[in-house]
């Protein structure tokens, strides 16, 4: 049995991820500033706390662990990360909580000669916005990322942590596991007050918009993205972890590219509703983005195998029933 960690438990792809590994048997710790917010923890214990803060880091993170899931940032959809409101507290907030961690195992590996394994989750937003312009022919392949250009400081954030842990790496040997999540989503997931992203913000509104009403989409709703279901994103991840030789960094998504208004009118379809879109000003982050899964398949053989529709499907079901409990 594993001793496993799991940073940013009380999140969204940190409480599934808790799920499958109780599911696979191994002892969880997790970590949050709260609790799962739409279901119990699994995780066997369950430490509320601020990685921001280094004690708490020597408190979660103890030489008896044998894995580490690194979730944990400040984050949200495009109406958080791209405004510029946040800029400050997402650089600061998520830089400290990795600072602390990949601190913390050097001081374990220094005390005790033990190299606990880590993943750390980074995003597609560390790809150049001048190869994301064409919102059809978008360039994430990983080899892309460099000379370095990110739309966002999130992006710039979280490409920043990726060398840090590959230089903890290089220099300690600690095993390290990065992959560059591309839009994941689902039930359970962040999907109202300004956090959610895409696919929530479209099955929330399409729940909540009276019959022959419209809703807002923002830009003109060309803009392109890939979204990934949530399963999905933990099998690839569980695997990714699992392999002995690959350390990355690896795209984790779904190559279904599509335009935010014909996601808007996917959410509309299912809902069975006559709803239109009014495209609005907004934020948009960049024009065209798709994650390029060439070299995961070659890698660790690994493909996606949801249609969007199914993902959209199920959580379209979960926000409804979410958006009426609150209509209740």
Known sequence: MKRILVCGAGGFIGSHMVKRLKREGNWIRGVDLKYPEFSETHADEFIRGDLRDKSTVDLVLEESIDEIYQFAADMGGAGYIFTGDNDYDVMHNSSAINLNITFRMKEILLSSDKKIKVFYSSSACIYPERNQMDPNNPVCSEDSAYPADPDSEY??????????????????????????????????????????????????????????????????????????????????????????????????????????????????????????????????????????????????????????????????????????????
Request: net charge neutral; charged share 30%.
């Open 155 to 328: 992006g710039w954030e979280k490409l920043y942590s990726e060398r840090m842990f590959l230089s903890l790496n290089r220099n300690y040997g600690i095993p390290v596991r990065i992959a560059r999540y591309h839009n994941i989503f689902g039930p359970e997931g962040t999907w109202t007050g300004g956090k959610e992203k895409a696919p929530a913000a479209m099955c929330r509104k399409a729940a909540e918009t009276p019959e022959g009403k419209s809703f807002e989409v923002w830009g003109d709703g060309a803009q392109t993205r890939s979204f990934l279901y949530i399963d999905e994103c933990i099998e690839a991840t569980r695997k990714f972890m699992d392999n002995d030789t690959f350390q990355g960094p690896v795209n984790i998504g779904s190559e279904e590219m599509i335009s935010i208004n014909k996601l808007a009118g996917m959410a509309i379809d299912i809902s069975g509703k006559d709803l239109s879109i009014e495209n609005v000003p907004g934020p948009l982050g960049v024009r065209g983005r798709n994650s390029d899964n060439t070299l995961i398949r070659q890698k660790l053989n690994w493909d996606y195998k949801q249609s969007l529709r199914e993902g959209i499907t199920k959580t379209y079901e979960w926000i409804k029933k979410q958006n009426d409990k609150g209509e209740l």
